[in-house]
């Protein structure tokens, strides 16, 4: 049978003739077309398990299948469907293999969704595909063969869950490959080079390792090549310079290193974006940018480039975004500035970046020259110095200005409340004096507020309150006076002020009850009194109250029990009265809470929070009683008040006569032992125990078992250290037992005692009490009880295992731990270098005088050496005697300058500190057999850094990397040599080349806050 356009049409009708009736069945196909894209549709739509948008409301029989949304088809019968796009629909579901029969198909578009699986390998049977774009949605699994797909232009998956290797089978006439944000792993494949139309490689946010193959310089069509956030290794890619059609070039982060080539932008004229932050590059930054004249986003951060900024790049007009922040670039005389008065050329400039370089000296007036157009200026963490800069008043359209961490002076000028466009002001960290500018409050878009770590002084102005957008104040460690304007807590959107460490007195404003959107309050070290505004519970946001080292007094707040997300609670050392309020047990989020050394009195609360001993500190509370186990509290007494008058009136009675004739012949006892026996003069306890609960050398002996070496667990040249448990209270305690016999003991434990009385921070081992008695041999007996760290020492977490013979485990000490220990430890010396009233020297720091509780927090202990300085003067309560032995402190963590008869210093303790961050990074004794013939930890490390560092630090941290994230990895490795760069700062030569302790804590809190956020 001959078949024609008509007998095509008769074909499709099917005649079925029965004896009783006549069935016409008609296909689907000659009413709606090919009936496999209409079902391969519908399966589509059955593996969507949720459409919030109904997407596929016009999905049904009663419309032909090419008007479904989201679906094309031909033009002419039969319609086959050639394009299905759902891009942002909110579907949730999978992709049906189904798809894989529209043949036709040339684009799927199913862009930002929440597909899941696998992307179906029939997808990879579409000959007529061009198109196919799955980014932004939740896609598992391996990326299957597109070899087949011989006309497929565009393959972006990019920003799913998809694993294995780095795909290598595309079709030959690809033109953009777009993985980003996957899971992929392995190596960039060479045969990627055969694709010569491709003029798009994007891979970033990755783990693949190794470099760009050599291959690629055939890739003659390429214009775009993103590579960050990888695990890309070794030189700068040669092949690159090859690739003179590209325009925008992403290496950063990854591990690249060694220089960048000189003639990087005379191969790539074409060049309009280079990022090649966050690697380890060295040497000058090239002066070839001027070759590409069109480039306008340069980021060259987080590396190690030396040496000036070169003037050449003022010639880039187009120039909208420099980022050069985190390197070792100077700048100090005029000459070195040249490239500022050239930068001015870049009229369109919008954000400028040399945060964290060496920078020194006064900023070039030339700063206001720079375009109308610069919203960021960051200059933060340099060792910039002189007046507050004043081409700062030109840059009227600034958002965001950083000036913080440098040795800036004078006062802040009042013009700066005229750079009305300000959103975030950054000071902090420097030397300014005077007073907080009013003006300030004219910034009416001013949302973040640094002006801590000055030396500001005054009143903090009442407008300050008109802030209508402001998020934080930080005006912590500054000379500030006077009360807390209730204007502050008036700020609608505050949610972080930090006032700590300063002079404020007064009370706290009941208004502060208005702050519903505060989260952080830290007032503390300041000298605020009267009670807790009760108001306060009113703050529902609250997550951080820190009110410690102040004189607040009356009773807790009950109301702070109904603030539900608070974390951290800190009302220690005031004077605060009355019983623990029983509404803090419903605190069930609460981290920290520190009542300690206050006159609180009844019992301690055993629900809730109060389970947890690890989290509540109380001590330094006379009156409290009962509670949880762990907290080794005596018991509450049930005895009625009367009874108990009358029983303490008996005893009296009885006992006093007795205590009066015990107390003569114990007197007469000593006075004949120290006139016939030893002939020595007895030195006073220092006032340190009229301050602490009395213990005797029996109630000592009682506790370590008479001081048994089974208790032993540390040993000085001065003293012993043993574990005990003290029979009054039942609290494990370390008692410190100075041997006077040798020289120089007695002296030890006067210094520590006037050194504790005098110091008191989180951070520094808590002293419970001092015991300056007679043994039962007669003998002076001299010790020192503190709280018991149950980590032990930082040596014998670092080195224990080492130290006994055939082990060569190690306890696993992690990133995170490392950097907060720096931190705990930095806090500490900040504090005593300069916080306290009179400067104090530890003299003598290293890990075994670090110690750790249960929480891996570190405190510092062993004041044995510790000096005074007032003034240009040093003193200690050793007399002038003292051997210059004792003042170097330890071999190896010692300043050199010790060993020339130096004097002591501040500079020093920065110096061991310098040396323990090194180990602790490292994990090497700076006595190590490896540092001999002239090299020492400072050197070792100084010769692999930067390149290198990955050689020399702890494998366990190397093996850590290796097993986290590539985001997470990047971020440590990335925090590692900021880390290890302070290390070498602190360990300079010359006492007047180290930082200060003030900077090093600033640099650490940083890049612990980065680290975390991360």
């Excluded at 720079?370 to 004043?390: I, T």
């Excluded at 300085?869 to 963590?893: D, E, F, H, L, R």
């Amino acid at each position: 049978m001959k078949v024609n356009t008509v007998g095509k049409l008769l074909l499709l009708v099917l005649v079925t003739f029965s004896a009783h009736h006549v069935v016409v069945i008609c296909s689907s196909s000659f009413l709606h077309g090919n009936d496999t894209d209409r079902l391969s549709l519908l399966d589509f739509k059955d593996a969507i398990s949720l459409d919030p948008q109904q997407a596929f409301m016009s999905w049904n029989d009663s419309t032909h299948f090419c008007n479904w949304e989201g679906v094309l088809c031909t033009v002419k019968a039969p319609r086959r469907v050639v394009s299905l796009n759902l891009t942002s629909r909110g579907l949730v579901g999978q992709i049906s293999p189904s798809l894989g029969n529209l043949t036709f198909l040339h684009s799927l578009v199913l862009t930002e969704n929440t597909l899941a699986g696998d992307i179906p390998t029939s997808l990879g049977h579409l000959h007529r595909l061009q198109t196919l774009r799955l980014n932004n949605n939740t896609l598992q699994g391996r990326i299957p063969s597109f070899a087949n797909c011989t006309e497929l232009k565009v393959f972006h998956v990019a920003f799913n869950n998809l694993i294995g290797q780095f795909p290598a089978n595309f079709p030959p006439h690809l033109q953009m490959l777009q993985v980003s944000g996957n899971n992929l792993t392995g190596t960039i494949p060479a045969s990627l080079a055969n694709i010569t139309t491709l003029t798009h490689i994007t891979f970033s946010y990755n783990h693949i390792s190794e470099n760009i193959p050599s291959e690629f310089a055939d890739l003659s069509s390429l214009q775009y090549l993103y590579a960050a956030v990888n695990q890309l290794t070794g030189r700068f890619p040669q092949a690159i310079l090859n690739l003179s059609t590209l325009i925008g070039l992403d290496l950063g982060p990854n591990s690249l290193s060694g220089e960048v080539p000189p003639n990087l932008c005379a191969s790539l004229p074409n060049l309009q974006i280079l990022v090649l932050a966050e690697n380890f590059f060295i040497g000058n930054i090239p002066s070839s940018f001027t070759n590409a004249s069109n480039i306008y986003d340069i980021d060259l951060s987080i590396n190690n480039f030396t040496g000036l900024v070169p003037t050449t790049i003022g010639r880039l007009t187009k120039l909208s975004y420099l980022n050069l922040g985190q390197n070792q670039l100077q700048a100090n005389s005029k000459q070195d500035w040249e490239f500022l008065d050239n930068l001015g050329n870049c009229t369109e400039l919008q954000m400028f970046s040399l945060s964290w370089n060496r920078l020194s000296g006064h900023v070039p007036s030339s700063l206001g020259n720079l375009s109308n157009q610069l919203q960021k200026l960051y200059l933060g963490e340099n060792q910039l110095s002189g007046d507050f800069p004043s081409g700062i008043a030109n840059l009227r359209n600034l958002i965001l200005l950083s000036l913080g961490a440098n040795h800036f002076t004078g006062v802040v000028p009042e013009w700066i409340g005229t750079v009305k466009t300000l959103q975030l002001l950054d000071l902090g960290g420097n030397y300014f004096t005077g007073g907080i500018p009013s003006s300030l409050s004219n910034l009416s878009q001013l949302g973040w507020l640094y002006l801590d770590s000055n030396q500001f002084i005054g009143h903090i102005p009442p407008s300050l309150g008109n802030f209508p957008m402001l998020q934080c104040l930080d005006i912590y460690n500054n000379n500030l006076s006077g009360k807390i304007p209730m204007e502050i807590f008036k700020i609608p959107t505050m949610f972080i002020l930090k006032l700590s460490s300063n002079n404020l007195d007064g009370q706290l404003p009941t208004d502060i009850g208005n702050a519903k959107q505060l989260v952080h309050l830290l007032l503390s070290s300041n000298k605020l009194s009267g009670d807790i505004p009760n108001t306060l519970g009113d703050c529902e946001s609250l997550e951080d109250i820190e009110l410690d080292l102040n004189i607040f007094s009356g009773s807790i707040p009950a109301s702070l029990g109904n603030i539900s997300g608070l974390k951290v609670l800190n009302l220690s050392a005031n004077n605060l009265t009355g019983s623990i309020s029983t509404s803090l047990v419903n605190l069930q989020l609460l981290e920290k809470l520190d009542l300690s050394f206050n006159h609180l009195n009844g019992e301690v609360p055993t629900k809730g929070i109060f389970k947890n001993a690890t989290i509540v500190r109380i001590d330094g509370n006379q009156g409290l009683c009962g509670g949880a186990l762990e907290l080794h509290m005596l018991a509450c007494s049930v005895m009625p008040l009367n009874s108990i008058r009358h029983k303490r009136s008996v005893m009296l009675k009885i006992v006093t006569p007795i205590a009066s004739m015990v107390s003569l012949a114990l007197v007469i006892f000593v006075l004949l032992l120290w006139r016939g026996k030893h002939k020595r003069k007895s030195v006073s306890l220092p006032s340190l125990a009229t301050k602490f609960p009395k213990v005797s050398f029996n109630n000592l002996a009682k506790a370590t078992h008479g001081f048994s070496t089974s208790n032993l667990i540390g040993r000085g040249g001065y003293s012993s250290v043993y574990k005990g448990k003290l029979v009054e209270d039942g609290n494990e305690v370390a008692i410190k037992v100075f041997n006077l016999e040798t020289r120089g003991a007695q002296k030890s434990f006067i210094a520590e005692c006037n050194a504790l009385r005098n110091v008191r921070h989180r951070n520094l081992v808590h002293i419970i009490t001092a015991c300056s008695s007679i043994d039962s041999n007669g003998n002076d007996f001299k010790a020192l009880v503190y709280e018991l760290m149950r980590g032990g020492d930082l040596n014998k977490l670092l080195h224990s295992n080492q130290d006994h013979e055939g082990s060569s485990d190690l306890y696993l000490i992690t990133m995170a731990q490392r950097i907060s220990i720096l931190v705990d430890v930095a806090d500490v010396l900040e504090y005593l270098h300069h916080n306290n009233e009179g400067t104090m020297v530890h003299c003598d720091l290293k890990p075994s005088n670090i110690l750790l509780d249960d929480n891996m927090i570190a405190h510092v202990g062993d004041f044995g050496l510790a000096r005074f300085k007032v003034g240009s003067t040093t003193s200690s309560q050793c007399n002038s005697s003292s051997s210059s032995v004792a003042v170097m402190g330890t071999i190896g963590y010692a300043a050199p300058e010790y060993a020339r008869g130096g004097q002591v210093s501040t500079a020093a303790d920065v110096y061991s500190f310098g040396v323990v961050l090194l180990e602790i990074f490292i994990r090497r004794r700076p006595t190590d057999d490896m540092f001999k013939d002239g090299l020492n930890i400072v050197k070792f490390t100084e010769i692999s850094f930067p390149d290198r560092v990955l050689e020399i630090v702890d494998p366990q941290l190397l093996q850590e990397l290796e097993e986290t994230p590539v985001a997470l990895k990047e971020t440590s490795v990335n925090c590692l040599l900021p880390i290890l760069n302070i290390g070498l700062c602190c360990t300079k030569p010359s006492p007047g080349e180290r930082i200060t302790m003030h900077e090093v804590a600033t640099k650490l809190h940083g890049i612990r806050d980065a680290y975390l956020r991360s």
